[in-house]
């Protein structure tokens, strides 16, 4: 299956850009880029997903390198609520056999200092 | 309401005693996932069920069971709780017929102590 990997922690100031990086050299053709973030006492929630272009919403972006092997979730001005475990995962498309062994890795711990 | 909602939120045992986690969600989501959580592990997958009649195991699923009692009902069961098994519990849900994103929706976890 492949994995993902990425900073064990990060730091950054309030209202600065953010960039985290993940590194996933062995993904395949169907596999969807996840991002999700796990503030403090509670679940994991989505941010952000892509496939090969790059991609914007409310909460972030995310930059898809052109091989595919890397990507970075962008926050454009961190506040203190942004301040949470990011998870980078590879969710392949909804035919996939191998959905069921998702598995998050460590994150990255982001601190944002006020 | 939460959408996925677990039950209880917390739940101190003893070694030896049998415990249920329930889950249930109101997004009419088919798929269904008991994830664990422990410091400096990230979540690991217990069980999955992609619909009513489907169970599988995970990546940890030993000393674990589930029950997926209808579409928006799946329970985890320790059959007999050991100290190690002490962590924080995820259900997720996900729908793949909604686009074929597959997102995860997490509850708000379950956290069991055994002692």
């Known amino acids: 299956d492949a994995k993902t990997t990425q900073p064990n922690s990060m730091e950054s100031n309030e209202e600065e850009p953010v960039h985290l990086p993940c590194n996933h050299s062995t993904i395949s053709g169907t596999d969807y880029i996840h991002w999700y973030r796990q503030l403090p006492s509670q679940g994991p929630e989505y941010v952000i997903h892509g496939l090969t272009s790059n991609v914007n919403n409310r909460m972030a972006s995310l930059a898809i390198a052109e091989d595919r092997k890397s990507s970075t979730l962008i926050l454009h001005r961190a506040t203190l609520r942004d301040a949470a475990v990011y998870y980078c995962?590879?969710?392949?498309?909804?035919?996939?056999?191998?959905?069921?062994?998702?598995?998050f890795g460590q994150g990255t711990i982001l601190t944002v200092h006020p | 309401d939460a959408d996925v909602t677990q039950t209880p939120r917390n739940r101190i045992t003893k070694t030896g005693k049998r415990i249920m986690l329930e889950c249930s969600q109101t997004?009419?989501?088919?798929?269904m996932y008991w994830y664990r959580q422990d410091p400096g592990l990230g979540l690991r997958l217990i069980y999955y069920s992609f619909d009513v009649k489907d169970i599988n195991k995970g990546e940890i699923s030993d000393g674990y069971s589930v029950s997926r009692q209808a579409q928006a009902k799946f329970s985890l069961s320790l059959e007999s709780a050991i100290p190690n098994q002490t962590a924080l519990y995820f259900c997720?849900?996900?729908?793949?017929?909604?686009?074929?994103?597959?997102?995860?929706?997490f509850g708000e976890g379950s956290r069991l102590t055994v002692l």
């Open positions: 995962i590879l969710i392949p498309s909804a035919g996939g056999t191998s959905y069921g062994k998702l598995t």
């Open positions: 997720a849900t996900s729908d793949p017929g909604q686009g074929d994103t597959g997102d995860l929706f």
């Open positions: 997004k009419g989501h088919d798929r």
